[in-house]
């Protein structure tokens, strides 16, 4: 059984479609189709062209790397497998995420994310550690919230499908939100919790979300990400009263 892949190719100025015939493969996903052609780059008409410029790190849908468009859905390459995309049709369309900066075909450049990470410093902090010592102790339902949001993968995947993350908004977008509520919730995370819900509170934070509830529907990890943002929206509302009461309080003391 033979079927197609239809790319979307080229730099930013020069894209255009190009139709790969594969053969069927048991098994195969479309990271192997696309292993395929770079053997053997040749397309529908029989012309020998370029290889296809795509990533591709862990395979196993953890690393995030291999996202992009599948039939105009936004998902990862390595767990979208063929049997199931050509049940209905024969042809497979496969395109770069669009709300990155193309690189090149199916590359896209992802940093924007990475430094929205910075930005809200999701990370902890701590000055030093104890070797010899547990770490600290985290009450069994919390660790189980935290470790279903601790999944998020960077993929980009919820802010393609995101309408208010696009070049005209400063929505900082549903994946920077969660991980502000995994490092606040966890108990070396607080030190700094002030200053990433001051990033909220800005041009582009949590108030910025439109509530269309399409990141959630893509999430590959199931992550509540609408609970995610209720409870950043809920949380930063309790530090703007307590920012309010504080800086009145001062005055009142001058």
């Known amino acids: 059984m033979k079927y197609f ?8 100025e020069n894209q255009f479609f190009e139709e790969f015939e594969l053969e069927f493969i048991e098994g195969s996903n479309v990271i192997s189709a696309l292993l395929e052609i770079q053997k053997n780059p040749v397309n529908k008409k029989g012309e020998k062209v ?4 795509f990533e591709m790190s862990c395979l196993e849908e953890i690393c995030g790397a291999c996202s992009m468009l599948i ?12 049997k199931p995309l050509i049940e ?14 193309l690189i090149r075909d199916l590359v896209v450049d992802r940093s924007k994310m990475f430094e929205q990470l910075k ?12 070797s010899e010592q547990f770490g600290v102790k985290i009450d069994p339902s919390v660790r189980d919230a935290l470790y279903v949001l601790s999944k ?17 908004s400063n929505f900082i977008g549903p994946q920077a939100i969660s991980q502000i509520n995994l ?10 919790k002030d200053e990433r819900f001051s ?5 582009g934070g949590v108030s910025d979300c439109g509530n269309a509830q399409n990141c959630k529907r893509v999430c590959l990890k199931d992550i509540d990400l609408t609970e995610a943002i209720a409870n950043a929206s809920k949380d930063t509302t309790k530090y703007l009263f307590k920012s309010l009461f504080s800086r009145k309080k001062s005055k009142e003391k001058t």
């Open 5 to 12: 892949l239809k790319v979307y190719r080229g730099i930013k």
């Open 50 to 53: 370029s290889p296809i410029s």
């Open 71 to 82: 039939n105009g859905y936004p998902r990862q390459a390595c767990t979208a497998l063929i």
């Open 88 to 101: 209905k049709t024969k042809t497979i369309v496969l395109a770069p995420l669009s709300k990155f900066h």
């Open 119 to 130: 930005k809200v410093r999701a990370w902890i902090e701590v000055e030093e550690i104890d």
């Open 152 to 168: 998020c993968m960077t993929c980009g995947c919820c802010l393609e499908a995101c309408p208010q993350y696009n070049d005209h």
């Open 183 to 192: 490092f606040n919730k966890h108990p070396l995370g607080k030190n700094v």
């Open 199 to 203: 990033n909220l509170v800005k041009d």
